[in-house]
């Protein structure tokens, strides 16, 4: 039981490139979530969705686009990265809403 | 939704209780308080949540006082292991956009 799985873990993209993170979990979970982490100001929701083929905005989703084409797995989009964007990213997932989420390790992204 | 205060960081002794309060004075009746910690730079990681009532689970014990406007999280009997970013929240369980992390407390455990 892998829990919830990012890829990749590490990235470095340059200004105007594009790409896709990855998000997998294996709990039969309706809802998953995108986060950013900058330092010094904790994590910021940039999309959930509350169930296959659904999406929703969060805090902070300029820049960003996201799928859930299937229930296990969630996807974020770059479609034109910028530095503003270099961040450690985390996906989590949760059986409902307020229920606890389950965090993977992280995607950390350096755009030049 | 209610807005949390946590001291920056904090300091505990290896085998003591660390006691991590939290302030969420403006929490409406159906807002529930999580905790969450974060070591390092891994994924956080749930800890425990509650309504009104304290909780206890195999990792710590949550007090919520009468009024609900504030928190402690009860570490038992810290250990080095237990030194990471601890963050309170509270969260409407029916609008998942609304459950955001602050930046926490640090906790040092040390020996």
């Known amino acids: 039981n892998a829990g919830v799985t990012q890829t990749p873990k590490f990235r470095v993209l340059k200004t105007g490139q594009s790409m896709t993170l990855l998000c997998a979990q294996d709990?039969?979970?309706?809802?998953m979530y995108w986060y950013r982490q900058d330092p010094g100001m904790g994590l910021r929701l940039i999309h959930y969705?509350?169930?296959?083929?659904?999406?929703a905005k969060g805090e902070v989703p300029d820049g960003y686009n996201v799928s859930r084409l299937k229930k296990q797995n969630f996807l974020l989009g770059l479609e034109s990265a910028a530095p503003s964007q270099t961040s450690v990213y985390f996906c989590a997932s949760s059986l409902e809403v307020g229920q606890p989420q389950h965090f993977g390790d992280g995607t950390r992204l350096s755009i030049l | 939704d209610a807005k949390t205060t946590q001291p920056t960081s904090m300091d505990c002794a290896e085998g003591r209780a660390a006691n991590l309060p939290c302030n969420h004075s403006?929490?409406?009746?159906?807002?529930?308080v999580y905790w969450y910690r974060q070591i390092h730079s891994q994924g956080p990681q749930y800890i425990i949540h509650g309504l009104k009532n304290n909780e206890t689970n195999e990792m710590a014990s949550l007090i919520i006082t009468e009024d609900r406007k504030s928190s402690t999280l009860i570490l038992p009997h810290a250990t080095l292991r237990d030194t990471a970013v601890y963050y309170c929240f509270a969260g409407d369980t029916g609008t998942a956009s609304k459950l955001t992390f602050g930046t926490g407390t640090r906790l040092q455990v040390t020996l």
């Open positions: 969705s509350v169930g296959e083929g659904t999406t």
């Open positions: 709990m039969n979970h309706e809802y």
């Open positions: 403006t929490i409406s009746g159906n807002e529930y």
